[in-house]
């Protein structure tokens, strides 16, 4: 059996290398990218969460009433019991047409004078990334 020469062992070696880098570097590419998405996502996650904490606030102050409450947070009121609140990339309060996410507020009272709040933001493509309930006892004065 013939030898093989050493400049084509060597040349084996170093593909043999090449091949266990190529497949090394893209274990950590693709270990990174998807720890870059969780980042972003849980970035997002965060400013939805502290949008919704201020306006749970705000409807905690202003006693479960939907109607004072776009003053306070700069949002639309839509109809008696609903609300929206646009915000942009940056999670700046906005206008519909420049908005990105939505933080929409909706209502209902029970007969027991309970104000149900439901708070929901919506990525771009409308689903839901955050969703929260609350009860608020009116004070009848």
């Known amino acids: 059996m013939k030898r093989l020469s050493q400049t084509r062992l060597f040349l084996l070696e170093m593909l043999v290398n090449l091949l266990i880098f190529v497949v090394g570097a ?7 990218s998807e720890a870059y998405s969780l980042s972003a996502f849980s970035r997002v996650l965060t400013k939805a969460h502290i949008a919704t904490e201020n306006a749970t606030m705000a409807f905690r102050a202003t006693n479960g ?3 004072t409450m776009p003053d306070i947070l700069n ?10 609140i646009w915000y942009d990339k940056n999670w700046n309060v906005c206008s519909k047409e420049n908005g990105i996410y939505l933080l929409e507020i909706t209502t209902s009272e029970d007969k ?3 104000i149900n709040g439901n ?3 919506y990525e771009p493509n409308g689903d839901s990334i955050l969703e929260l309930s609350i009860c608020q006892y009116k004070n009848e004065v």
């Not at 893209?26 to 990174?32: D, E, K, Y």
């Not at 949002?75 to 929206?84: A, D, F, H, P």
């Open 26 to 32: 893209t274990v950590c590419f693709a270990t990174l």
């Open 65 to 67: 009433d939907i109607t």
């Open 75 to 84: 949002g639309t009121l839509i109809n008696s019991n609903k609300m929206q």
């Open 112 to 114: 027991h004078n309970i």
């Open 119 to 121: 708070f929901n933001v």
